[in-house]
């Protein structure tokens, strides 16, 4: 279970916050220019500091959503990455070998998402018809996919871009952090706490999930994300254009004081 006292579990991460007198004059520490963070509770209390509110591609963000969604239903199964299948190409050139969902997760692998996803949509297609499949999608991508749902009657074509490629689907700061933080996402978070947990000896066990976003009109450009928590927090970091998922979680740990 998370505390329920939220604030004094951040004042217990030494880098994230100033030590203040009450909980109420904490302060966030250390934020650079065009840094996002938010901060939220399984209570619903969410704290937000940097520019929160703009919305971004969100990169392998969206790799979460399917673990939500397909989680149970692709335990067991496994892919083999290569780099290339057919005309995609994962972003790991050499590929990440072969992979069931813990380390297609850690590695981020695009290639087994976007297969395991074709074969959950023909399948769901199959049991429920076209238009409940994308009655489906729709529901479950809607806080990241606004209106840009592709036409069509049925599913939608599984692409990269169901995946976190381009910029199809779209989230912030805030509103990531408080879709997870709904009560129905529990198995979820324990899915990522057993998935892509890492034991910090001095600060316990954070979970933490990298990814890099596209960044609107400039194709060449990416943009950093990273989603984690331990039993008390979850938090959201974005880091601005230029920046990629090895340097968000180093500035992510940082900010958490995780050693």
């Given at each position: 279970?998370?505390?329920?006292d939220w604030r004094?579990?951040?004042l217990?991460?030494p880098?994230?916050?100033?030590?203040a007198?009450?909980?109420?004059?904490?302060?966030?520490a250390?934020?650079q220019a065009?840094?996002?963070?938010?901060i939220?509770?399984?209570a619903g209390?969410?704290e937000l500091?940097?520019?929160?509110?703009?919305e971004?591609?969100?990169?392998s963000?969206?790799k979460?959503?399917?673990?939500?969604?397909?989680?149970?239903?692709?335990?067991?199964l496994?892919?083999t990455?290569?780099?290339v299948?057919g005309p995609?190409r994962?972003?790991l050139a050499?590929g990440?070998?072969?992979?069931?969902?813990?380390?297609?997760?850690?590695?981020?692998c695009?290639?087994?998402f976007l297969?395991?996803?074709?074969?959950s949509?023909a399948?769901s297609?199959r049991?429920l018809g076209?238009g409940a499949?994308?009655?489906?999608m729709?529901d479950?991508f809607q806080p990241?996919l606004g209106d840009?749902?592709?036409?069509?009657?049925?599913?939608?074509?599984?692409?990269?871009?169901?995946?976190?490629r381009?910029?199809?689907l779209r989230?912030?700061p805030e509103?990531m952090?408080?879709?997870l933080?709904?009560?129905?996402?529990s198995?979820?978070l324990?899915?990522?706490?057993?998935?892509?947990?890492?034991?910090?000896?001095e600060?316990g066990e954070?979970?933490?999930k990298?990814?890099t976003?596209a960044?609107?009109?400039d194709?060449?450009?990416?943009?950093?994300?990273?989603?984690?928590g331990?039993?008390?927090?979850?938090v959201?970091?974005?880091?601005?254009?230029?920046?990629?998922?090895?340097?968000?979680?180093?500035?992510?740990?940082?900010?958490?004081?995780l050693r």
């Amino acid at each position: 279970m998370w505390s329920p006292d939220w604030r004094t579990s951040l004042l217990a991460l030494p880098c994230l916050v100033l030590t203040a007198q009450s909980p109420q004059d904490a302060k966030v520490a250390h934020l650079q220019a065009g840094e996002a963070l938010a901060i939220g509770t399984d209570a619903g209390a969410v704290e937000l500091h940097g520019d929160c509110l703009r919305e971004y591609p969100m990169g392998s963000l969206a790799k979460l959503v399917w673990l939500d969604m397909e989680g149970s239903d692709w335990e067991g199964l496994t892919y083999t990455c290569k780099g290339v299948d057919g005309p995609e190409r994962c972003w790991l050139a050499k590929g990440h070998g072969r992979v069931d969902l813990e380390k297609a997760l850690r590695g981020s692998c695009n290639l087994a998402f976007l297969q395991w996803a074709r074969k959950s949509m023909a399948e769901s297609e199959r049991l429920l018809g076209p238009g409940a499949t994308r009655a489906l999608m729709e529901d479950t991508f809607q806080p990241f996919l606004g209106d840009r749902m592709p036409p069509g009657e049925g599913a939608p074509v599984m692409t990269q871009a169901w995946i976190g490629r381009g910029d199809l689907l779209r989230t912030t700061p805030e509103a990531m952090v408080r879709w997870l933080i709904e009560p129905r996402r529990s198995v979820l978070l324990s899915r990522c706490h057993r998935f892509l947990g890492v034991d910090f000896k001095e600060a316990g066990e954070w979970w933490i999930k990298t990814g890099t976003g596209a960044v609107e009109g400039d194709p060449e450009a990416t943009s950093a994300w990273v989603a984690g928590g331990n039993r008390d927090v979850v938090v959201v970091l974005h880091l601005p254009r230029g920046r990629g998922k090895v340097e968000g979680e180093k500035r992510f740990r940082e900010l958490m004081g995780l050693r």
